[in-house]
Each structure stands twice: as C-alpha cells, then as structure tokens.
C-alpha cells in the first residue's frame, strides 16, 4: 500500500509535469516494461491466431461454393469456432490486462519510493483478474448509457426544432451546438471513469468500488485528466492511423466490390482487418505501457490533491525527472 504522509503538504503536479513525469519515468523502466508488454501481447495473439483460422476458413469456403457439401462443412466448422474464439478473446482479454495493470502498478510503486519487482506484482495482482476486466466491462457499460442518452436528448432537440422551424441553415447549426455539448459532455464522463483499475490493484477495493473511487479521486478535476489524456493521444495518434491504413486502404479501393457483395472483397477487408489488429498489437508494445505510465502519475496526483499524497519528487532542489531517474536506478538495482 502507499505511504501517507498524514499532514505533510502535498505537492500536486501540473499537466506538463504529469506527462514529463510518465515520459521520463517510461523512459527509464523501458526494458522492464517491454518485457511486461511482450507478455501481455503473446496472451492477445491466441484469439487473433483463432481469427485468423476463422477467416482462412472462410476464403476456403469462398472457394468451394460449388461444393455444398464442403460449403456446409465449413460453415458448421466456423460455427462451432466462434464461442471458442470469443471466450478466448475474453480470457486471453483478461489475462493480457493483468499484465498491462501490473505496469501501472509497478510505476506507481516507483513514484511513492516503495519498488516492487515483477513476480511480486503477479503474485498480487493475478487473483485479481476478473475485477480488472469487470471494471472495465462496467466502464464501458455506463459510458454506453451515457452516449446512448446524449444521442437521444441530440435527436429529440433537433426533431422538435425541425417540427417548429423551417430553416436548414438554422438546424444546421444547432445541430452542430447540440453535437458539440454531447461530445463535451461524454468527454467529461470518461475522465471521471478514467483510472477504475489502479484503485483495485493499489488499494485492493472491490469491482464496484473501484468505479466510485475513480469518480470520487477525478471529482473537480475532469479538464485536468482530459487534458493529459488529450496530450498523450496527440503524441500517440499518428501510431494508431498507421496501424490501421491497411484496412483503410482496403475498404477504399474495393468498396464498388464491397457494395455488391463480392465474397473475395468482403474476404479481403477481413484479412487487412486481421493485419492491422496485429500491427495495432506491435505498436502496442510500445505505446500501452506509456499510457499506463501516465495513468499511475495521474493516479497519484489526483490521490495528492484530494488526500495529501505528497511523492515528495521535488525535494532537496531536484526536479521530477531527476527524481524519478533516482527511484528507476534504485528498482532497476533491486530486480
């Protein structure tokens, strides 16, 4: 558990010293966190392996349509992998988050000057798997609610302001207004259902808990976390457009196949789906264990302003990166 310091001043951050802080303290647990990393994607190649034999399946069975008795083998085949491919997913889903938490873990230790090593953070955090991947599953539950009730209230606006008023121009820019506040809004919620899994992997707290823990730590605080957050998705976004321009390309140079159904586009686009999920998983590699990074510090800080949880990163006259760069030098020594 972290060390409270009781009446001890905290020292909260601002938004370029949180992503100071997660950059330089990635920087110099990179190795370790790779390793963490390589892991985490190993348990995410098991179901895409079972992917792709659905879709090589299916190019065979796109080859037989004049065999029916082979066409309805495969298809019984596919059929019969399906639940297998999505109940690895889930598995292998929450395996790999265990892996990906533990990296939080891990950063969040090093900041409050406590290291922890690798096969610690697994012994502890193991257990529990399912409360990470509930977590999330409720997170995304409640923001589905929420977007669902933002693009209702959108609509109903904009269809009783078409009823009244005749104007296109007029609508045009409500809608913009009404789409823009939805966006806002849905933003907002995020940030504050932002960080469910540190809660239960530092403090141990139960599935529901963990989701009024982060909406109590983000409470006043929501422009600050999406401002991090939209930072580091500025860093990283060209990554994840990279990863996915070969299903782009794909769609936009067979959609007149696509719109008559063509079997061979349609098997296409599953194929460039499939490589750019693996590329979307190398670049995970690199990219994830930053975002964890910056969810412990923000974690952290959020915990500093609210309970006076003071990092104490800088004391003695040295900055945060001076100060994380110590604490790395010491848990690398340590494992």
């Given at each position: 558990?972290?060390?409270?310091?009781?009446?001890?001043?905290?020292?909260?951050?601002?938004?370029?010293?949180?992503?100071?802080?997660?950059?330089?303290?990635?920087?110099?647990?990179?190795?370790?966190?790779?390793?963490?990393?390589?892991?985490?994607?190993?348990?995410?190649?098991?179901?895409?392996?079972?992917?792709?034999?659905?879709?090589?399946?299916?190019?065979?069975?796109?080859?037989?349509?004049?065999?029916?008795?082979?066409?309805?083998?495969?298809?019984?085949?596919?059929?019969?992998?399906?639940?297998?491919?999505?109940?690895?997913?889930?598995?292998?889903?929450?395996?790999?988050?265990?892996?990906?938490?533990?990296?939080?873990?891990?950063?969040?230790?090093?900041?409050?000057?406590?290291?922890?090593?690798?096969q610690a953070g697994r012994r502890l955090l193991s257990p529990r798997m399912w409360r990470f991947f509930w977590a999330q599953v409720?997170?995304?539950?409640?923001?589905?609610?929420?977007?669902?009730?933002?693009?209702?209230?959108?609509?109903?606006?904009?269809?009783?302001?078409?009823?009244?008023?005749?104007?296109?121009?007029?609508?045009?820019?409500?809608?913009?207004?009404?789409?823009?506040?939805?966006?806002a809004l849905y933003a907002w919620f995020a940030a504050r259902w932002a960080l469910p899994e540190l809660p239960i992997a530092v403090?141990?707290?139960?599935?529901?808990?963990?989701?009024?823990?982060?909406?109590?730590?983000?409470?006043?605080?929501?422009?600050?976390?999406?401002?991090?957050?939209?930072?580091?998705?500025?860093?990283?976004?060209?990554?994840?457009?990279?990863?996915?321009?070969?299903?782009?390309?794909?769609?936009?140079?067979?959609?007149?196949?696509?719109?008559?159904?063509?079997?061979?586009?349609?098997?296409?686009?599953?194929?460039?789906?499939?490589?750019?999920?693996?590329?979307?998983?190398?670049?995970?590699?690199?990219?994830?264990?930053?975002?964890?990074?910056?969810?412990?510090?923000?974690?952290?800080?959020?915990?500093?302003?609210?309970?006076?949880?003071?990092?104490?990163?800088?004391?003695?006259?040295?900055?945060?990166?001076?100060?994380?760069?110590?604490?790395?030098?010491?848990?690398d020594s340590e494992t």
């Open positions: 558990m972290a060390r409270s310091f009781g009446s001890a001043s905290p020292q909260p951050l601002s938004v370029g010293d949180i992503v100071s802080a997660a950059l330089t303290l990635y920087r110099s647990h990179l190795k370790q966190y790779l390793g963490i990393a390589v892991r985490a994607t190993l348990w995410l190649l098991l179901p895409m392996l079972g992917l792709g034999l659905i879709l090589g399946l299916a190019v065979l069975m796109a080859g037989a349509e004049s065999n029916l008795n082979g066409m309805r083998d495969l298809i019984g085949l596919i059929v019969l992998l399906v639940p297998v491919v999505i109940a690895l997913f889930i598995y292998c889903g929450a395996k790999a988050q265990v892996n990906w938490v533990m990296i939080a873990w891990l950063a969040y230790h090093d900041l409050i000057q406590q290291p922890e090593g690798i409720l997170v995304s539950l409640l923001l589905g609610v929420v977007n669902f009730g933002l693009t209702t209230t959108q609509q109903i606006f904009v269809a009783s302001a078409a009823a009244i008023f005749n104007d296109g121009v007029w609508l045009a820019g409500l809608f913009t207004i009404l789409y823009l506040a939805s966006t403090e141990n707290v139960t599935v529901s808990n963990s989701i009024t823990r982060s909406w109590d730590l983000t409470k006043g605080q929501a422009m600050r976390v999406l401002t991090v957050l939209f930072i580091a998705l500025i860093v990283t976004l060209p990554l994840y457009v990279l990863a996915f321009l070969p299903l782009l390309l794909t769609v936009i140079s067979t959609t007149a196949a696509l719109s008559v159904g063509n079997t061979t586009a349609i098997v296409g686009v599953f194929i460039a789906l499939l490589l750019s999920l693996l590329l979307l998983l190398c670049l995970g590699l690199f990219v994830t264990p930053f975002w964890q990074v910056l969810k412990a510090v923000l974690y952290y800080d959020l915990r500093s302003r609210r309970e006076g949880l003071d990092l104490r990163l800088r004391s003695r006259g040295n900055t945060i990166s001076d100060q994380i760069s110590d604490s790395a030098g010491e848990s």
